[in-house]
């Protein structure tokens, strides 16, 4: 058997693509190994959120590389979002045999196998390109991607011009694919995409999705990933309540607490937005974990609109944060912008926002314990005598039971333990 060894950088969707593109490759007889063991073919799924993902992307690539000067049969697959927006300068690295661009990506067995390519430019890509999968390699959940691309041009973004236009699954190819993963044993899975809020087929959106997979009665756990603030409408939340399987979880995209930085990133709403929608969750599911993604040093970013974000985070009833610092990405309008800030001070500003997350979440802990809410999810692993799982409100749970990896358990949590509550 030949061996691959494939590394994911950057998000669940990222992540959805590579299981995807593993499950094609292992129906053709690849074994898969670590990425540090030595491989035949070599995959890396790069990301270009910030800098420092490319610079990640860049260093496994070079890895692979290595691997190639001890073995010229070795083959080299570079895709992704970096190498979507840089792809000369891949090339540039070294012997690289194939650069795929991500619409492209799914079909990576079949290229393997001597099938054309022509690497596309992502902004014309125009339908979503589905291919059905088995599984999710050793992961307990499966993740989904059932949408893809953005058109809101945010000014520090550069997913939109990695991903192109919005373009999303029909709804029928959603369900076969979900009714896969639980025939294959899946219990949980995770709704993902580049900005899943804008999910459409036709008159069909998320709405649609979530009632369908209701339905499947092997599934016990619906869990959507990040939200534009925008898009998570009352009818959305109304659905959501009504459902006895979606997960009371939601990441947000927040990105500042500061109107006037909000105003200055392109987001299309304010911070009362945030307040009312939180108010509206929470009137319906008490004890939702809510996260937000937020970035510190945004061009202008000044210490009155920094203390703005920081109060208003901490007026919230919120579970985590998801903290960045802010990474000039070339392109972008925020590239250029004045105000640039220096790293040190961008990264105090994170330290800053990343204590007061620490603090959320050990309130969020407490509250949980005190008021006895009911955690479920699906085994990861046992030892040492507990098992541990991604609970359905986002915090880690053990059990001093021993469950089997895939099932679905509950505890009412009574104390700290390590990370999470048991």
């Known amino acids: 058997m030949k061996r691959v060894a494939i590394v994911t950088l950057g998000c669940k969707t990222n992540q959805a693509e590579s299981a995807a593109i593993l499950g094609g490759l292992e129906s053709r007889s690849y074994l898969s190994v670590d990425f540090n063991e030595p491989a035949d073919l070599y995959i890396i799924n790069t990301c270009t959120v910030t800098n420092r993902t490319d610079y990640k992307s860049r260093y496994y690539i070079r890895k692979a590389l290595e691997q190639k000067k001890l073995r010229t049969d070795v083959k080299i697959v570079v ?146 990933s990040s939200l534009e603030p925008q898009l998570f409408s009352a009818e959305l939340l109304k659905v959501i309540a009504a459902s006895e399987k979606v997960a009371p979880h939601f990441h947000i995209a927040l990105q500042s607490g500061s109107n006037s930085v909000l105003k200055r990133m392109k987001r299309v709403y304010q911070t009362e937005r945030i307040h009312d929608l939180l108010a509206q969750i929470h009137a319906v599911i008490p004890h939702a974990a809510i996260g937000f993604d937020v970035i510190a040093g945004f061009p202008g970013e000044t210490e009155m609109e920094f203390n703005e974000t920081v109060d208003f985070l901490e007026s919230l009833n919120i579970c985590y944060l998801h903290v960045f610092s802010y990474s000039k990405r070339k392109g972008t309008p925020a590239a250029t912008m004045p105000g640039q800030l220096d790293n040190h001070t961008k990264q105090s500003r994170a330290n800053i926002l990343i204590d007061l997350a620490e603090k959320k979440k050990e309130h969020y802990m407490r509250q949980l314990i005190k008021d006895k809410v009911l955690l479920r999810g699906i085994v990861e692993h046992s030892e040492s005598g507990f098992s541990t799982f991604l609970s359905d409100h986002y915090i880690r749970a053990y059990s001093s039971q021993i469950h089997p990896q895939g099932e679905l358990i509950s505890i009412i949590p009574t104390t700290h333990h390590q990370d999470g509550v048991i």
């Open 79 to 224: 895709t992704g979002c970096y190498s979507q927006r840089s792809r000369e300068e891949v090339m540039s690295l070294g012997d690289v045999d194939l650069v795929i661009d991500n619409q492209t990506k799914l079909d990576i067995p079949k290229l393997l196998d001597g099938a054309e390519h022509s690497f596309m430019d992502i902004m014309q890509a125009t339908d979503f390109h589905y291919v059905p999968q088995q599984g999710m390699g050793e992961r307990s959940r499966a993740f989904q991607k059932i949408q893809d691309g953005c058109d809101y041009y945010c000014t520090y973004c550069a997913v939109p011009y990695a991903r192109g236009h919005i373009r999303s699954a029909k709804l029928s190819d959603v369900i076969a694919q979900a009714k896969l993963f639980t025939q294959n044993g899946y219990r949980e899975i995770v709704l993902g995409g580049v900005n899943l809020g804008l999910y459409r087929d036709g008159d069909h959106d998320l709405r649609h999705v979530i009632r369908e997979l209701n339905s499947i009665s092997e599934l016990e756990i619906i869990r959507l």
